[in-house]
């Protein structure tokens, strides 16, 4: 069974960094590509980053161009998402997501067969 786990959220100011880990058991990092999602209180879960099977390829929405990057580590089947600039809107719980087939782009949340629990990000001004 695959389980993902994300840990890193805090509460943080406008301007701070924070770096995301999502760690995958059950499964290597390569053989899914992987997903990071926001969710903010009334708003619907929506794309931050993806990175394709292997790592090769990086998409943003571009709420985080610029400021955010996600990476994957295979050794530890570990994905992280590392968020500069922090701004107030970005406060949210993000959610790591795999997905198995790749038979969807990444921006779409329902391409992704598995989820994690969530970490809470709190950002102030």
């Known amino acids: 069974q695959v389980q993902l786990v994300e840990s890193g959220g805090g509460l943080g100011q406008a301007g701070d960094s924070l770096r995301l880990a999502c760690a995958v058991s059950g499964r290597t990092s390569s053989s899914y590509a992987m997903g990071w999602f926001r969710q903010a209180p009334g708003k619907e879960r929506e794309f931050v980053a993806g990175l394709s099977r292997g790592g090769l390829f990086e998409y943003y929405a571009d709420s985080g161009k610029g400021r955010f990057a996600i990476s994957g580590d295979s050794a530890k089947n570990t994905v992280y998402l590392q968020m500069n600039g922090l701004k107030p809107e970005d406060t949210a719980v993000y959610y790591c997501?795999?997905?198995?087939?790749?038979?969807?782009?990444?921006?779409?949340?329902?391409?992704?067969?598995?989820w994690g629990q969530g970490t809470q990000v709190t950002v102030s001004s």
């Open positions: 997501a795999a997905d198995r087939d790749s038979s969807s782009p990444l921006r779409v949340r329902s391409a992704y067969d598995y």
